[in-house]
């Protein structure tokens, strides 16, 4: 079959949790794992007569995050009831916005094998969370549900994109990106397994000489980048198939399972969405003025798309680089710091991406909390520059300097590792050395050049991996070329 | 008529309300009623006068991010029709195929 006349077209609505202290609507905590129903009161959990009051801190970080987005910001914006019956939504209607939403019209780059593509934002606003339905076994084989209103009245900001993604690569990096965004106007954790950053993307396809769209589903529970990237193969294929064969694509909401890899159909107990929004008489328009948007705007991050081009045009990092150390912010400002003290960008770069990140790794380490100091990492870069130790010896030693955090200065003084750069005990190891290999001194005079590396071999075993290496090289060159 | 019957019965539905044949008929005719009335507003030119959302002239009012105590968890929980420790309890909501 052949699947190349055809294209996906996707769009994601991605909900964001807000680092509030409070909820959107109420005083209540927003603090992930309590008791069940312990951060609950009238008005999160909808009792008669309960009124909401806006958290202004929802509406900094609104405009905050539409900003970074390129989006307008609407002057006036309004809050309306989305309606509709479900045992986690206490009041029977979530309070989101709808007609006029906060932000609109904006966009976000992403970089597809180093080429720029533009997917638009088409609205940021908003909402409420609902509360959480908990299952002692699978959902299928339970006989009742549990509530906990807990995350009822989370803050949250639904992103929802233009249909501008062709392909699940695409939707990964658009996300990734919108993420980073977030975390580093610091508004939300971006932590997809806890829930405080959700995907549920609307995915059609369509023949690429078509310029109408396909009839859409709506894909959900998709909690990883893992899940997004292979729920939305599976379904592009699922739909390309089923429409090649004759047959017709239905709009309807579908869950992704993970064990399986395959999307199946979900029905709801109302079949058919009739949400009737209506704008919320308890709320009244929400008025932004130009001032409160400029005093955003002054406040707002570098964001890791500009911090990009600066490590790349500044710091005259490749691409690779860049992108890597911007992905998190704190590992952007380690090295930022690093380079700050021994401006050497691409060596501290590099000794950052292997040594330093697969340290964190094996620990779980976030880049702030680890033990290994920007300083330090520093000062290690120049006892290698000045030659005090030779790359290698620096890299034996990164495990146990990353460890025990001391001073790079103070374990080599410890271990006895300064760098061997005195010619006279050089040479006296290298003649050593060629008086016991007589033959392969022969061989090499012979045109044997490949030897070389053998001698070198030699004496640096002999020097315990302590010899200057460039040192090295030229003593032993100018012994095997001379009389000898 | 503005109304039909179906459409006071799936409004009924999406209400969770559940109508007798006779009510079904006389909130037809009364909605319809009410419908009528509001035609009355179609005779207005409306024509560069914004929609208007809420009646008085207000924006909104916001509160600062502060932590306020709430319920207790049985406080929380005393008007639950059925709990199971500190959950509410409530019927199984999802159909799967």
Known sequence: MNYNDYEGVMGLEVHAHLLTESKIFCGCSTKFGGEPNSHTCPTCMGLPGALPVLNKKVVDFAIKLGLALHCTINRKSIFARKNYYYP?????????????????????????????????????????????????????????????????????????????????????????????????????????????????????????????LGTRTEMKNLNSFRSVEKSLAYEITRQIDLVKQGGTVIQETRLFNVDEGITYSMRGKEEAHDYRYFPDPDLLPLIVDDQWIEEIREGLPELPMAKMERFMTDHGLPRYDAEILVSDKELADYFEETVRLCKEPKTASNWIMTELLRELKNGNISPKDSPLSPAHLAELLSLIKDGTINIKIGKEIFPELYERGISPKELVKEKGLVQISDETAIVAMIDAILAKCPREVEEFRAGKDKLLGFFVGQVMKEARGKANPKLLNELLMGRLKGSG | MKITKETVEYVAHLGRLRLEPHEVELYTEQLGRILDHMDALSALNTEGIEPTSHAIPVSCVLREDAGRESLTMEGSLQNAPERKGNFFKVPPIIEVD
């Not at chain 1, 009041?91 to 609109?104: D, L, R």
């Not at chain 1, 906990?148 to 989370?154: F, G, K, W």
């Open chain 1, 88 to 212: 986690d939504l206490p009041k029977a209607y979530q309070i989101s916005q709808y007609e006029e939403p906060i932000c609109s019209n904006g966009y976000l780059d992403i970089f597809m094998n180093g080429e720029k593509k533009r997917i638009r934002v088409l609205r940021v606003h908003m909402e409420e969370d609902a509360g959480k339905l908990v299952h002692e076994s699978t959902i299928e084989a339970s006989t009742y549900s549990l509530v906990d209103y807990n995350r009822s009245s989370v803050p949250l900001l639904e992103i929802v994109s233009e249909p501008d993604l062709s392909t699940p690569e695409e939707a990964v990096l658009y996300l990734k990106a919108l993420r980073d965004v977030l975390v580093y106007l610091e508004i939300c954790d971006g932590n997809m397994e806890e829930g405080s950053f959700r995907c549920d993307a609307n995915v059609s396809v369509k023949r690429k000489s078509d310029t109408k």
